[in-house]
């Protein structure tokens, strides 16, 4: 990765005063308690403090002004609790939800600041994503100079800025979020690694691997990379086929110090195309002492499932038992796929029932798959009690499960039980499920296997009248 230059040194905190000189002054912002009403803010916080819960608030009610209170009376209100934030946060809640104060910006960070000195992340979150919500034309900088401007009064923590950020990233705004990080870098201010992954993260879902790499670059003096930094950048080459380039981002990882953990050595072991490297990868891992997790398992009995030596992924799979680690719904379905792919679906169906008796419910592709060996194999039968066991799950989506259905009747009409495929179909159109072309042909097959020709005949007729094709559209 050429030209990527970084730098070891410790976050250090915000500097309190260098608010105050990096973002300036704006008439249009307000203080945070300018025209409070200093009578009602007083009485207000001494109901808070010294009525029982269930009183305090409709005595509180019965004190405020018929308009209500303003949202510089709101802050100052909330700024005389800031010991007591959860207090706080239940007042700004109380009077926003039943419409007492018709709360701006100021008042919304006033909380926010609140909640983070106190390291009440999550709330102060949920706050400011509500905040951007409620203010859908106002500009990023905007809020960010608000959220400055207010910072210092109300002697706030400097994540506060990660988490306009994070609330950004929340609602899939990246554009936003990097906006506001330029803003804080001119500044001086730094993000914190969590908030460099999560913007490196959202990039690499929503822009692919070449911009998240882009975005490193431009951050990397900015922030402490860790293992996770690296994962995600790894993980994005490998979505994008490019696991051709892990080399880089490897070679980056080992100059800033990081050691690969369990998660690294997954990724790559899924972007090989030969197990033998594969298991190379596994064996290195071991040798620096990682212990394999079960994501790391799984990747490798996927690897060799693939590769046709199930035999060797149930060797893993053993051994991830024996290791005392707790499988996975995953773990079974690869299994199930792998025998299936090898043509042995009695151990497909072994693997299928410990599944279910672990409580595990596969998905519908993996069903199904195992339906076409299990129908070609002549097990029609056993397919229709899979199937059967599928339906009777609390948690089934329909739509999935047409392909399953379709699977079981070209199977009942390969072997000449038309009756019985005619019954499925109807039970299949009963849950809004329609044939497609393939459910067409496998019954006029079947019905002229049986020398029904004039059944046969009479669903081609209907095939055309229902404007079916060959290719079920």
């Known amino acids: 990765m050429a030209a990527i230059r970084y730098q070891t040194r410790l976050l250090h905190p915000l500097p309190p005063l260098s608010l ?8 249009e912002i307000p203080s945070v308690s300018g025209d409070a009403n200093d009578s009602l803010v007083s009485t207000a916080v001494s109901i808070l403090r010294s009525q029982r819960c269930r009183s305090r608030w409709n005595f509180l009610k019965s ?18 609790l800031r010991n007591n934030p959860r207090l706080a946060l239940r007042f700004f809640l109380w009077s926003r939800d039943h419409s007492l104060c018709n709360h ?3 008042s919304y960070f006033t909380i926010i600041h609140i909640l983070a000195r106190s390291r009440l992340r999550s709330a102060a979150l949920s706050l400011l994503r509500a905040a951007i919500r409620s203010h859908p034309n106002t500009p ?22 990660d988490l306009l950020i994070q609330a950004y990233l929340h609602s899939h705004n990246i554009d936003p979020a990097l906006s506001v990080l330029r803003s804080l870098r001119s500044r001086g201010i730094r993000p914190l690694t969590s908030t460099a992954n ?6 690499a879902n929503l822009r692919g691997s070449a911009a998240a790499l882009n975005l490193y670059r431009d951050l990397v003096e900015s922030f402490r990379p860790n293992p996770q930094t690296f994962n995600t950048l790894l993980l994005a080459l490998y979505r994008d086929g490019r696991a051709e380039s ?32 594969a298991r190379r990868l596994w064996e290195e891992m071991a040798e620096k002492g990682i212990k394999p997790d079960t994501t790391a398992y799984n990747t490798l009995i996927k690897c060799y499932c693939e590769a046709g030596k199930v035999g060797k992924g149930e060797e893993l799979y053993r051994e991830m038992v024996m290791e005392g680690l707790k499988t996975t719904g995953t773990t079974l379905e690869l299994l199930i796929k792998g025998h299936c792919r090898a043509g042995n679906v009695e151990a497909a169906m072994l693997v299928y029932e410990d599944m279910r008796r672990k409580g595990f419910g596969p998905e519908a592709e993996t069903v199904d798959e195992m339906l076409v060996e299990m129908c070609e194999k002549g097990m029609v039968e056993e397919g229709l009690g899979v199937l059967r066991g599928e339906m ?7 739509g999935s499960r047409r392909r399953s259905y379709e699977v079981v009747i070209m199977g009942l009409c390969g072997a000449g039980r038309m009756e019985e495929a005619s019954k499925l179909q109807a039970e299949m159109a009963g849950r809004g499920l329609e044939p497609d072309a393939r459910v067409y042909e496998a019954f006029i097959c079947g019905y002229e296997k049986a020398g029904e020709f004039e059944m046969a005949d009479k669903l081609r007729k209907e095939m055309v009248q229902m404007q079916l094709g060959e290719d079920g559209n």
């Not at 105050?20 to 008439?27: A, D, R, T, V, Y």
């Not at 004190?63 to 005389?80: D, F, V």
């Not at 981002?249 to 690969?260: F, K, S, T």
Request: glycine share 6%; with cysteine.
């Open 20 to 27: 105050s000189h990096s973002f300036s002054s704006s008439p």
């Open 63 to 80: 004190i405020l002004p018929s308009s209500g209170i303003s949202p510089s009376e709101s802050s100052a209100i909330i700024i005389h």
């Open 104 to 106: 701006n910006l100021t």
């Open 140 to 161: 990023p900088s905007s809020l960010l100079q608000t959220l400055a401007l207010t910072y210092r009064s109300c002697d706030s923590a400097p994540f506060v800025f």
């Open 198 to 203: 999560s913007l490196l993260r959202a990039t």
């Open 246 to 277: 892990n080399g880089e981002i490897l070679a980056e990882m080992d100059r800033c110090g990081c050691d690969p953990n369990a998660f690294t050595y997954s990724i790559q072991m899924a972007g090989c195309s030969d197990v033998t490297e």
């Open 392 to 398: 009777g799950r609390e948690v089934v989506v329909l």
